[in-house]
């Protein structure tokens, strides 16, 4: 067993470096610039039952360390899914964490029920920065019960490790997830998109064609960092930590703030073998100061409780 | 796309600026090197620190020796990535992603129209060699700009294939350059040409409505900003005529049919 | 008439450019590095009625594209505020927006009605983002009623304009804009600072002292405008715009967005005469577009209704 | 500070690397520009685009000629903003905001122990000059380094003043600077001297200890992280012994009497 490896959220992972949902394709894309071998796993871009086509363009724009995506949840639906991408993952040593979306709970569970009976999924993750329909649109993770509710169905259908992805854009984040937790959830995975916007001032029109979209990139890490921090201390609970990790050190941060493992997103566009050099980099940083497994990094945050800060700086439980 | 994608050190072996805010860039890459055709691309890291999207520019030409492949491109300084390489010297090692994208595929059977507008001649001249070097019957290459000061790569054509036009008469026809082709060489359009076209989204989208007009095939170089170039973000979608799915200009472009393109959606760069 | 006159939140100014609170110390301070004159104003730094020493150091960290700060509203109190600072603009051809704190309504309403009588206070900025003491420690800003009463207690003894300065790390930025509105608010000013955090992972201690700061500087545009973006068209009010501003383009995306005015932060530090170079570059740009006066610019962003996301995309009014 | 801080474009007149990753930089500045003493610091630019930091750098050497000033910097390459300072070349101009902060406020008649570790010996060597220059009495140089590899401005310095220790033994005493004149220039406490230090924040720490142990006066030159080094942003706070208020060093400081700073809370750089 490597000095790596851990357990997270149920998921046991030969090191806790992945691959964020939407950054990586299905995967398999992925295979000629890095070795998916090499690292813990990767969370596959966010399938919904039907096909989307996903938003017009433009859906993308650069920002300072950062970008914007508004993609609407492309995707060729969970049959041509099934079929054409997690097929060509088969047998790849490497954890795969399928990324679900829907517009309500009915919608998670047919698919979490699903993906259930696949050897090759390991896990799933919950993609719950959706509109519910049902609910006249409200964003199900801005809501604790909604988000809640996505978690039951879910949990009732498949004894598969489940994570639930929070969105950032709330005033509570804690809230959500605890009630995530409450309804059966192993981890929570934090954090998605901040809400964000770039406007073409010689135009004068959005630089993205739906006007907002999904703020990512190191420019978001400090949140991220923040809001990781806030779930671990007040729910101590596992936490997958994703937002702007862009090297070791920043992987680190997560880490030490009390993240069992990371996703890497964005800068896999710029810089496609970072995740793996992460891997190396957190086993070189293990060396240098002596420690043999990573739960003596985890977690390990020094704080002055009486000076901290923040929401939910006391310790529920 | 045939070939894997690969990450390299690139050497810069030159660099000069050509003209006002406009370089060319020669590019050392190792002997191994998949060959490189005209309208793919490499994504160039123009940052050393901090996150941004790498750069895409269209291959100019395309050498192997016998210890390195060689790559030129020329481009033009518009924003901070292009300010960033402007200051490459040569013996500095750049971070290249490539080869990327589905280039021109060319009708040997049919004359060739090459249309240029600005620096998208830059691919188009590269083109040009490969058609003049396997025999092509018939190559004509009409090139627009805004003003003589940004034209490029003479050199590497032969006077008697090229119509220049420019948009303050600086230079050639006074006008756009699908015009100039109208007015100054309507005999070009005999023969059924395939265009080949690259050059600003303006350009493109009405080279797609001449090509309609005259019932002649089109294949058009796209731009738009690319967060990856690898097919992954999804960002560069291109909306088509007739279907709904959107297609992903950096994968399965840069190079497309002009008569699948919605232009009246295609975004502005 | 400068054609860069505009009036935000019941304050004229001669063009919409000033400095954001605690950025440009009480004024005075930046004298020497940029010619204030030139600007619309600078908002001074939050006083409080007594001073406080602030947070223990380290109170800064560099983050990718923007900082951390974690000052705790460091200050000499109003009375020295009154006769050391304020008094060192008297004459000054700019206008003075006095940022005020406090932990409850009483404390604002108390400053408020002394900045009444001082002729150079033009406007009073109501920074909400201070924990309420009596209503156990809350963050007003992130709680509607609070803030409303903050405003309402301080719209009872003052005619001068009063901004509501708002904090981002909500879920509806909105709800909170209107409550103050509905209090009596001319403006809102958004956004305060995204909470954020930065850890040394060789020392396991967070960079900040108090574990999370306020995260400013470009990394926050995109949220910064959104928000904006999302008050404007949610509550139809003036809106004065706040986050990562850096240059002219990014300046015009806030008043392109419908914002009357924009308070320019951390990229001062890096470049003191930003502020004077946006004011410069807003007329160049008025120039190139043909555009007589700034109204012709402010809120004139073209959306396509059907296609908007994000929150309150249509219109209260 | 007396002189009000200016914003210039320096010309980058000389620039080498002295050790490994350690560099000598000398800028032209215009010839008017004010006097800056030893201790004072500059606060440059080191991005193009984006927003980061200034990064400060101590003077260790001011020079008026007819038509500039020259002013002359050491600085280690420890991150991005002096790697990226690391590739400037003679010619470029660099956004330079100065004079920044207090320097040593030199008292004529004590002794002068100048205590340096690491590159805290750049302003050191200024001061060690100025002193030489106005007849100063008594004046001797300790410097503490890693490794013996990290030495510089010896030339600067006359060898009978030097006392030199390393971490590694590698040169000088085997130890700490201020244990190495504990050991082997225990006559240099004599006389009263008041203490010089730049250095590494341990070192400071140590030096406002040992000032107090052998009841001498201590002035120390800070190190911290500086959002601004203009006083605006109260980012670089230094707690005080009996006083609430925090000192901004990058403006009442850099260099501070040891005596006043509460060692215990100062934060580690
Ligand atoms: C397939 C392809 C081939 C290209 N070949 C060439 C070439 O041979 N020579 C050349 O000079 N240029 C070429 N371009 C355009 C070139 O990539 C852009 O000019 C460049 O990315 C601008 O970067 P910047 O940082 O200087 O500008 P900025 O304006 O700072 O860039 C900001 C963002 O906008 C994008 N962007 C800006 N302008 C364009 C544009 N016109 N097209 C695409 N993206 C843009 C950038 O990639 C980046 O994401 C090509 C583009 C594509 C898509
Ligand atoms: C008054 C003063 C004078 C100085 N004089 C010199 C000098 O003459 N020669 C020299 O080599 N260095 C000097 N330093 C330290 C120098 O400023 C830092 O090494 C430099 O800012 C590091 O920048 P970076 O981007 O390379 O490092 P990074 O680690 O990337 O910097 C990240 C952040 O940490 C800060 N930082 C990192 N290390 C230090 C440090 N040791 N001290 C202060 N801030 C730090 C940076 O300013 C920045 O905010 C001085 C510092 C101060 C405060
Ligand atoms: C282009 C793009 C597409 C994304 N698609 C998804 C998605 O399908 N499902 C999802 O849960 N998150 C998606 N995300 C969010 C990322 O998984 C991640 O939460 C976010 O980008 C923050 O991490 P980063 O800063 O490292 O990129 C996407 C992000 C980007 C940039
Ligand atoms: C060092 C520092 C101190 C600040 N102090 C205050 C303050 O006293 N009152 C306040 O309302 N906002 C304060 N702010 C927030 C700014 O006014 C502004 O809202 C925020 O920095 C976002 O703008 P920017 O990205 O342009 O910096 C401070 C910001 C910084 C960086
Ligand atoms: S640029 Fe990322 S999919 Fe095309
Ligand atoms: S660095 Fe800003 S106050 Fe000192």
């Known amino acids: 067993m490597s000095k790596l490896s851990i357990t997270a959220g149920g998921l046991k992972l030969k090191n806790p470096v992945l691959i964020a949902s939407g950054i990586g394709g299905y995967g398999a894309e992925l295979i000629p610039l890095l070795d998916l071998e090499a690292i813990g796993g990767v969370v596959t871009k966010t399938i919904f039952e039907e096909p989307r086509p996903g938003n017009p363009p433009p859906r993308i724009a650069e920002t300072p360390n950062g970008m914007l995506n508004s993609i609407g949840l492309e995707g060729p639906g969970i049959e041509r899914y099934e079929k054409e991408k997690l097929t060509r993952l088969e047998g790849l040593d490497t954890r795969i964490v399928v990324s679900i979306g829907g517009y309500g709970p009915e919608d998670f569970a047919k698919l979490a029920e699903r993906l259930d009976d696949l050897d090759r999924v390991d896990a799933i993750e919950l993609n719950i920065s959706c509109p519910n329909v049902k609910e006249g649109g409200l964003n199900m993770s801005t809501h604790p019960n909604l988000a809640e509710e996505v978690v039951v169905a879910t949990r009732r259908v498949t004894k598969k490790p489940l994570w639930a992805k929070l969105t950032p ?149 | 796309m045939d070939q894997e994608p690969r990450l390299d050190r690139a050497r810069v072996r030159a660099h000069e600026e050509t003209g006002p805010g406009f370089y060319w860039l020669q590019l050392e890459l190792p002997a191994d090197y998949p060959e490189t055709l005209p309208g793919q691309y490499l994504n160039l890291k123009t940052n050393e620190h901090g996150f941004k999207f790498r750069r895409p520019f269209g291959v100019v030409e395309f050498r192997r020796e016998p210890q390195a492949v060689l790559i030129e491109l020329y481009y033009a300084v518009v924003g901070s990535g292009t300010e960033a390489m402007s200051r490459w010297r040569p013996g500095d090692d750049v971070d290249c992603l490539g080869p990327l994208g589905v280039g021109y595929s060319v009708d040997k059977a049919q004359p060739a129209l090459l249309v240029a507008g600005g620096r998208g001649a830059a691919p188009l001249l590269y083109l040009y060699r490969l ?102 973000c999804r960002g ?12 992903m200009q950096c994968l399965e472009g840069p190079v497309l049919d002009a008569h699948r393109v919605d232009w009246e959606k295609v975004p502005h760069v």
């Not at chain 2, 797609?208 to 796209?222: C, N, T």
């Open chain 1, 169 to 317: 854009n709330v005033t509570s984040i804690s809230d959500v997830g605890r009630a995530c937790l409450h309804g059966g959830a192993d981890a929570l995975s934090a954090i998605n998109t901040l809400l964000g916007m770039r406007i073409d001032v010689d135009r004068r029109e959005p630089l993205l064609a739906r006007g907002m979209g999904g703020l990512s990139g190191p420019a978001i890490r400090p949140v991220a960092l923040a809001k990781c921090f806030e779930l671990v201390r007040a729910l101590n609970c596992d936490v997958v930590g994703i937002g702007g990790v862009e090297d070791t050190s920043s992987a680190l941060e997560f880490l030490v703030a009390g993240c069992k493992a990371i996703q890497v997103g964005t800068v896999v566009y710029a810089e496609p073998q970072v995740p793996v050099d992460i891997v190396a980099g957190i086993e070189a940083y293990m060396d240098k100061h002596g420690f043999t497994e990573l739960s003596q990094v985890i977690g390990t945050l020094k704080v002055e409780e009486t000076l901290l800060i923040g929401p939910k700086a006391t310790k529920a439980k």
């Open chain 2, 131 to 232: 058609l003049k070097e396997s025999g092509h019957a018939s190559i004509q290459f009409a090139f627009g700009v805004r003003d003589e000061e940004l034209l490029f790569g003479m050199d590497r054509l032969q006077e008697t294939d090229v119509l220049l036009a420019s948009d303050n008469g600086s230079v050639g026809f006074h006008g756009n350059i699908l015009q100039a082709i109208e007015t100054e060489r309507p005999s070009w359009l005999l023969g059924q040409p395939v265009i080949y076209a690259c050059g600003p989204e303006a350009l493109l989208a009405a080279t797609g409505g001449f090509a309609k007009r005259h019932a002649l095939q089109a294949q058009v170089s796209m731009e738009g900003v690319y967060g990856c170039g690898l097919g992954l």
């Open chain 2, 236 to 247: 560069c979608a291109v909306p088509l005529v007739d279907e709904e799915r959107f297609l």
